[in-house]
Nanobody, 125 residues
Framework: VQLQASGGGSVQPGESLRLSCTVF????????IGWFRQAPGKERERISC????????RYEDSVKGRFTISRDNAKNTVYLQMNSLRPEDTALYTC???????????????????WGQGTLVTVSS
């Protein structure tokens, strides 16, 4: 079982990146996926998640309106489209998966089954 996060890089403020979280060893259909980030010297924070039950998406306030999470179950991949990037978005971004049937809301659960290794996003002029 593996989650592979990719798509990070170095960009200037205002630019965009699309992160991918591809799962191996299990079927994405039944799992909620969350995107997290950890900036230097700060705690990890959940920034977005998508439900397996009905596709409901959730966003942390600081990324709402700029980031979009989507899932393609056929490709076993969840995407995070990040637009209008800011220096404060600089962080290591990681995805995680949890069996959807055992949680109520991916925005509040602390019980994640699998974690990816992270991809670094740097936003700087």
């Amino acid at each position: 079982v593996q989650l592979q996060a990719s798509g990070g890089g170095s960009v200037q403020p205002g630019e965009s990146l699309r992160l991918s979280c591809t799962v191996f060893g299990f079927t994405l259909d039944y799992y909620d996926i969350g995107w997290f980030r950890q900036a230097p010297g700060k705690e990890r924070e959940r920034i977005s998640c998508v439900s397996s039950r009905d596709g409901t998406t959730r966003y942390e306030d600081s990324v709402k309106g700029r980031f979009t999470i989507s899932r393609d179950n056929a490709k076993n991949t969840v995407y995070l489209q990040m637009n209008s990037l800011r220096p404060e978005d600089t962080a290591l971004y990681t995805c995680a998966a949890v069996w959807g049937a055992k949680i109520r809301d991916c925005a509040t659960t602390r019980s994640w089954d699998y974690w990816g290794q992270g991809t670094l996003v740097t936003v700087s002029s």
